[in-house]
């Protein structure tokens, strides 16, 4: 009896020496590899803080931000070595924890870039992403150097990241699903720089690579209406699992188709503008179709949610693919249900069910990330729209509050919580500057001033 009872007390002696001698083994492999890893995180240069006094007067105010708006877009502009060696200028989403080029971001902020006359910058920004362009004819969700878990590190210790490993395509997003706006995006941004710079010629070099791009896209239309079908968490608002036939990257479909065919004409390939033309007024009309709602004044954002979302209907108006009733309804609903208050502009009037939020959100604390908070590459949209049906005194009270928080901050955030502030919390702080919407800011000042709604020279230092 009592030869057992040293033999059962001997055992836990024994696992115990086994694993301490387990995590000691351990330890000694790996806690030399983290000491340098976190050597090397706090090797580099702290993240800047922004913040700027706000001027009293209205114009200063938004030539003020106008000028933050432009400084954080060029901020984003770094050479950047590829794989093969190649060293281009690329357009990174941001500086803290995007510091990489998206598709998406890339489309977006090529607008502002653009109406700066960066054409250098813009050709080399895009031209990485036709280098990197997929057989099938998709472009990269992003080409990056670090990992998700990396770049949220740096993040946490607020380091910026080391740029010394080339970029390398990634063609998957974090939900294991594809980009079809991003797609949309590139084309439509290639057309956009052939137009303002005159380089046609760029646009012919790559006439083959647009064209597949187009393909790629069309493989995701499953019924004879011809619109665009895509998987859950698939495009901008990628945590919520809205799918099927979204109206927002049906309407970029629309305009990737439109472009393409009128570039197509100007290459005198009139085979590929008739195409591409045909299927443009197709698409034209399913959207009106499908996704026109008369009683209640706005394009649902699909047949599963009928609850109004910004994007897509700002850019249906933006781009002059409503009528100049259907503009005015979706700007008198948007109006009505305050979403570009206080902030310029909420996602949706109404949040999804949250059983569609992804759950990481959740348990983030950041559920709203694409329903309730606000998003300034929106209100430059929302801007834009008003803009274009003459309802200037609305455009410029949303310029002026978008203003507003951009020169309090220093910088343009990523998002904006209800309470006007940007978003953070313990888990989650808003990327600080975003370039695609600071580059939507500067594209809508432009435009806001060519209807006459901002002074001449206001922008000028």
């Not at 357009?91 to 598709?103: H, K, M, S, T, Y």
């Not at 187009?214 to 990628?238: C, I, K, P, R, S």
């Not at 065919?261 to 033309?277: I, Q, R």
């Not at 249906?316 to 008198?332: S, V």
Request: aromatic share 12%; with cysteine; net charge negative.
């Amino acid at each position: 009896m009592k030869q057992e009872e040293t033999k059962d007390t001997a055992r836990p002696r024994i696992t115990k020496l086994f694993i301490f001698s387990i995590l000691g083994t351990v330890l000694g492999l790996y806690l030399p590899r983290l000491i340098r890893f976190m050597l090397n995180i706090f090797n580099q240069p702290p993240l800047l803080e922004r913040s700027r006094p706000i001027p009293e007067r209205l114009n200063q105010l938004e030539k003020k931000a106008y000028q933050i708006a432009v400084e954080n877009l060029e901020e984003g502009l770094e050479v950047r070595r590829l794989e093969d060696g190649t060293e281009k200028l690329i357009l990174c989403a941001g500086v803290r924890n995007f510091r990489e080029p998206w598709a998406r971001d890339t489309g977006f902020a090529m607008f502002g870039l653009l109406e700066l006359e960066n054409y250098v910058a813009a050709r080399d920004a895009l031209e990485v992403f036709l280098l990197t362009q997929a057989e099938t004819g998709q472009f990269p969700v992003k080409i990056h150097s670090t990992d998700i878990l990396e770049r949220y590190i740096y993040s946490l210790f607020r380091r910026t990241q080391p740029t010394v490993k080339p970029i390398r395509p990634k063609y998957i997003t974090a939900h294991n699903t594809i980009s079809l706006d991003g797609n949309c995006l590139v084309v439509i941004a290639i057309m956009n720089y052939a137009i303002r710079s005159g380089d046609v010629e760029f646009v012919r070099s790559y006439w083959e690579h647009i064209k597949r791009a187009m393909a790629w896209l069309e493989n995701h239309v499953e019924d004879e209406d011809g619109l665009l079908h895509q998987g859950a968490f698939t495009d901008w608002a990628d945590t919520v699992a809205r799918q099927g036939k979204i109206l927002y990257t049906n309407v970029l479909y629309w305009k990737a188709l439109q472009e393409t065919a009128e570039m197509a004409a100007s290459l005198a390939s009139l085979d590929d503008a008739d195409l591409y033309g045909r299927k443009a007024a197709w698409v034209r009309a399913s959207i009106n179709e499908q996704f026109w709602r008369p009683d209640m004044g706005y394009f649902i954002t699909s047949q599963v949610f009928d609850n109004l979302s910004s994007s897509g209907n700002l850019l249906a108006i933006a781009w002059e693919l409503t009528t100049p009733e259907q503009a005015h309804d979706i700007l008198d609903a948007m109006r009505f249900y305050g979403m570009a208050v206080p902030v310029p502009t909420k996602a949706v009037h109404r949040a999804y069910p949250r059983k569609f939020i992804a759950i990481e959100n959740r348990l983030g604390g950041i559920a709203d990330y694409h329903t309730y908070f606000a998003w300034l590459w929106l209100g430059a949209w929302h801007v834009i729209a008003l803009a274009r049906m003459e309802r200037m005194e609305e455009a410029r009270e949303l310029l002026y509050n978008m203003s507003r928080v951009i020169v309090r901050d220093g910088a343009v955030h990523e998002v904006y919580a209800p309470s006007g502030n940007y978003a953070s919390n313990i888990w989650y702080t808003s990327e600080s500057p975003l370039t695609w919407s600071a580059g939507m800011f500067v594209y809508a000042y432009h435009v806001l001033q060519r209807h006459g709604g901002v002074s001449q020279g206001d922008h000028l230092a």
